[in-house]
């Protein structure tokens, strides 16, 4: 059975740090890419952070220098370090799991961050 769980959301003032995990089961980690996406209220889904099987990253412009996506495959893990924190991070955050040229494609069911004073 698939499962991809996130963790470590939550409250936090601005400029101040935040670590999401997502640990993943039911299929070869190594194998898939991972990502994490988020989704503010009443916007769509954007890509946030992406780390692929080789460990190359690539982010979305609005997060780079301040966020830092990293994976342990020993561990099944993904991660998403997140400091400089802005309120227009806030949002749920999702993890994914794909993996290419197959189709296959796992969403967790998110974890929230609220970035406020």
């Known amino acids: 059975q698939v499962q991809v769980v996130e963790s470590g959301g939550g409250l936090v003032q601005p400029g101040g740090s935040l670590r999401l995990s997502c640990a993943a089961s039911?299929?070869?980690?190594?194998?898939?890419?991972m990502s994490w996406y988020r989704q503010a209220p009443g916007k769509e889904r954007e890509l946030v952070a992406r780390i692929s099987t080789g460990n190359s990253t690539n982010y979305a412009d609005s997060v780079k220098g301040r966020f830092t996506i990293s994976r342990d495959n020993a561990k099944n893990t993904v991660f998403l370090q997140m400091n400089s924190l802005k309120p227009e991070d806030t949002a749920r955050y999702y993890c994914n799991a794909k993996l290419l040229g197959i189709g296959l494609d796992y969403w967790g069911q998110g974890t929230q961050v609220t970035v406020s004073s």
């Open positions: 039911g299929f070869t980690f190594s194998r898939y890419y």
